[in-house]
């Protein structure tokens, strides 16, 4: 088993940053990979950013040059640092950690991104 607790969201304006924090706990030394995911009212969950275990990340095309996301292993913990912020990155963003081994993941509870214009 795996837990997930998000961190770090909030009311920014257009421009400004936010840190998102995702702490892993639990059996996290199986976690594969991990990612940020968002959804938006009325839209689909999407994938924001994902980083493996190896350190390789990818973006979704919106956020890349503005978003990184990073990986502690000694603290197991992810993050997503989120800069020029923009009104559609408006959103509750969701940790996610996958176990390929056991062929399954973990959801955080997320964490609510309000930006404003």
């Known amino acids: 088993q795996v837990q997930l607790v998000e961190s770090g969201g909030g009311l920014v304006q257009a421009g400004g940053s936010l840190r998102l924090s995702c702490a892993a706990s639990?059996?996290?030394?199986?976690?594969?990979?991990m990612g940020w995911y968002r959804q938006a009212p009325g839209k689909q969950r999407e994938l924001v950013a994902s980083?493996?275990?190896?350190?390789?990340?990818n973006y979704a095309d919106s956020v890349k040059g503005r978003f990184t996301i990073s990986r502690d292993k000694a603290k197991n913990t992810m993050y997503l640092q989120m800069n020029s912020l923009k009104p559609e990155d408006t959103a509750v963003y969701y940790c996610?950690?996958?176990?390929?081994?056991?062929?399954?993941?973990?959801w955080g509870q997320g964490t609510q991104v309000t930006v404003s214009s």
């Open positions: 996610n950690a996958v176990r390929y081994y056991y062929g399954n993941d973990y």
């Open positions: 639990g059996s996290a030394f199986s976690i594969s990979a």
């Open positions: 980083i493996t275990r190896g350190g390789s990340t």
